[in-house]
């Protein structure tokens, strides 16, 4: 009577170890996913803005408004004039650097300084995408002109 106490024993504490180990696996499992995700958005927001930058320089005067949604972990979205690099997304803890073509960034950064950023609100940013009749390039300002 004893031994089949110990068998019951046996198979609840290996069962009670499956199960830990299928509810470990899934909150990994979720954590990639919700990895992948914000970076499908960071890459989503930098194939839209060179869509709507590219839109604004190839027609002969644009002036328009436009918001993209980023990954919480972004707090700081920059403009730089130095480098292949000139979009970096600032996280708490690191750096991600992109290419966006058709900017005139000596026009956008101020004097003196190496960059222009723009801090993200509620997990979005917004800009305004200028370029006027005599303009090459596309200028980037936040929405009350900075």
């Known amino acids: 009577m004893k031994r089949g106490q110990i068998k019951m024993s046996f198979g609840m504490i ?3 170890i499956l199960i830990i180990a299928f509810i470990g696996f899934a909150f990994f499992a979720i954590q990639k996913f919700l990895g992948i995700q914000k970076i499908a958005q ?3 927001f930098q194939d839209d803005l060179q869509t709507d930058v590219t839109s ?4 002969a005067q644009s002036s328009r408004t ?5 990954p919480s972990s972004i707090v700081q979205v920059c403009f730089s004039d130095g480098g292949n690099n000139d979009l970096k997304m600032y996280t708490q803890n690191s750096v991600q650097a992109a290419n966006i073509d058709h900017l005139n960034l000596t026009a956008m950064i101020p004097t003196g300084q190496g960059e222009v950023c723009f801090n993200t609100n509620n997990n979005k940013v917004t800009f305004v995408l200028k370029k006027n009749f ?3 390039l596309v ?6 002109g900075q």
Not at 139 to 144: F, Y
């Open 139 to 144: 200028t980037i300002t936040g929405q009350n």
């Open 42 to 44: 960071t890459k989503q």
């Open 66 to 70: 436009v918001s993209y949604n980023l």
């Open 14 to 16: 290996f069962s009670i």
């Open 56 to 59: 604004a320089y190839l027609a």
């Open 134 to 136: 005599n303009e090459n």
